[in-house]
C-alpha cells in the first residue's frame, strides 16, 4: 500500500509541472483510487487539498475497510449507536476502545488495517476462591485496560475460565491471557516487583485451553516463570469461515491444579484476542 501512497504524490507532482494536478480529477476518480490505500495514508492523502478531501470521505472507500459483519458488532457492543454516521465517522468510532457488557469486555479495530482485537476483563472470569479475600483482590492498576486487575495472594487450586460469544468478521485469531508475576508497583515513577513470594509456578506447566462450540479448541502447557514483566500466554488459534453468520461462541480457562502445593502471587489481567498476523505485536511468551 505504501507504494500506491508515493506514487500518488509523484503524479501529483508530475502534473503540477504542467499546470495541472491530481486534484482536479473528480472525486468519485481519486475515491476509487483511495479504495487501494490503508486508512491511515487516506487520512494523510486527505489533508493535501478540498478534492482529496471530499473524496476521502466518500461511503465506499470507508466501507471497503470495515468489517464485512460491521452492523453486527455494532449491535452486540452499542446500546445507542447514531444512525447518521458516516461510513468514515463509523470507522473511527470502531477504533476506539469501546467497552462493552458493564464494562468488563472491549473492543476496538486496528486502524491501520480495520481488524477487529477484543479483550475480555478478569471480572468476567469465573476465578476459584476469588470471593475470599485470604487468596485473592481486585486491585487497581493503570497497567490495564479494565483500571484494575485480579491479585492472587496464595492458593492450593488455581482454576480462571470464562465464555464469550461475538460476531467475529471472518479470519483466523490467536487468545493469549495477559499475566503478570509477582505484584507490580511503582516507586518515585519507577516500575518495581517484589518477586520474593512468588511460589509454586515452577512446579508444573500451567494449562492454557480454549474451545469453540464449531469444534476448534486446542490445550497449551506452558510454566509461567517470568516475574516482573506482563506476559501474554498462548492459548491457541481458531479460524472463523467466511460463510459463518452466526457469533462465534468460546469458552476458555487457565489452570494450575496441584494438591501438594500452593501457588502464589500472580495477577491477572485479562483474555486478549487478536487477529493471528498480530502476533509479533504481543510481548513474548
Known amino acids: 500500500m505504501g507504494s ?5 504524490f509523484n503524479m501529483e507532482k508530475s502534473l503540477e509541472l ?9 472525486e468519485g476518480c481519486l475515491a476509487s483510487v483511495l479504495l487501494f490505500l490503508d486508512p491511515l495514508e487516506i487520512c494523510n492523502l486527505a489533508r493535501v487539498n478540498r478534492r482529496f478531501c471530499g ?27 447514531p444512525s447518521t454516521l458516516c461510513k ?10 469501546n467497552f462493552f457488557d458493564e464494562g468488563t469486555k472491549v473492543v476496538w479495530l486496528d486502524k491501520r488495517t480495520g481488524k477487529l482485537c477484543l479483550s475480555i476483563s478478569s471480572k468476567d472470569m469465573i ?9 485473592w483482590n481486585y486491585i487497581p492498576t493503570e497497567e490495564s485496560r479494565f483500571g484494575m486487575v485480579a491479585y492472587l495472594h496464595q492458593i492450593w487450586w488455581f482454576k480462571a475460565n470464562g465464555e464469550v460469544e461475538f460476531p467475529f468478521p471472518p479470519g483466523k485469531y490467536s487468545m493469549f491471557f495477559r499475566v503478570h508475576l509477582g505484584r507490580a508497583s511503582e516507586r518515585f515513577g519507577n516500575q518495581i516487583c517484589n518477586s520474593n513470594q512468588v511460589h509454586g509456578w515452577d512446579v508444573q506447566p500451567t494449562q492454557f485451553r480454549f474451545s469453540t462450540y464449531d469444534g476448534q479448541g486446542s490445550r497449551s502447557p506452558c510454566f509461567v516463570d517470568t516475574p516482573g514483566k506482563w506476559i501474554h500466554y498462548h492459548a491457541g488459534d481458531f479460524v ?14 487457565m489452570t494450575q491444579i496441584a494438591c501438594s502445593y500452593i501457588e502464589g502471587d ?10 493471528t498476523e498480530f502476533r509479533e505485536r504481543v510481548e513474548p511468551f
Not at 4 to 8: K, N, P
Not at 240 to 253: E, G, R, Y
Open 4 to 8: 500506491w501512497f508515493s506514487t500518488l
Open 18 to 26: 504542467e499546470s495541472s494536478s491530481l486534484g482536479d480529477l473528480p
Open 55 to 81: 473524496a476521502s470521505s466518500v461511503d465506499f472507500v470507508w466501507l471497503s475497510k470495515l468489517p464485512p459483519n460491521y452492523d453486527a458488532i455494532i449491535h452486540r457492543v452499542f446500546d445507542d449507536f
Open 88 to 97: 468514515k465517522d463509523v470507522y473511527a468510532r470502531l477504533c476506539k476502545q
Open 127 to 135: 476465578i476459584t476462591g476469588i470471593d475470599d479475600q485470604r487468596y
Open 240 to 253: 472463523v469461515d467466511c460463510h459463518q453468520t452466526a457469533p462465534k461462541k468460546i469458552k476458555f480457562s
Open 266 to 275: 500472580l495477577c491477572l489481567d485479562s483474555l486478549v484476542i487478536y487477529p
